[in-house]
């Protein structure tokens, strides 16, 4: 296994919480929303979104805390990412078979399981 970089790290927790704001951004307060939004571009640091919005660089990591906690949690119950996940894959697949000029009965056969399994994750 990869030993991951602390930039990596920082880099995966980012993108974390750049879907997480993709699905719940809506739970968030207005400020928590901001500042979560800024801090997802990988060229700002907290310091830096702290002198931008012209806070302390502890209110922005308080922000950042409570903002992804709310998530998280949000996420635990509902699985509303996982489920996104789940139906991106399906359509990826169904857009690689659909690609194909002719179906084979079994390409058929998968279209319709896969379409079941769209159902199901409603």
């Not at 928590?32 to 302390?56: C, F, H, N, Q």
């Not at 409570?66 to 998530?71: D, T």
Request: glycine residues 2%; positive net charge; aromatic residues 4%.
């Amino acid at each position: 296994m990869k030993n991951i970089t602390p930039r990596e790290k920082k880099l995966i927790k980012k993108a974390r919480i750049k879907e997480l704001l993709e699905v719940y951004s809506n739970l968030l307060t207005d400020k928590e929303r901001k500042i979560l939004s800024l801090y997802t571009d990988p060229a700002l640091t907290g310091a830096a979104i702290a002198k931008k919005l012209k806070v302390s660089r502890q209110a922005v990591h308080d922000h950042i805390r409570r903002g992804v906690n709310k998530m998280e949690r949000c996420e635990t119950k509902s699985k509303l990412l996982e489920k996104r996940r789940k139906k991106i894959k399906i359509f990826l697949e169904i857009e690689g078979i659909l690609s194909k000029k002719e179906l084979s009965k079994e390409e058929v056969e998968t279209l319709s399981k896969l379409f079941e399994q769209l159902k199901n994750l409603e």
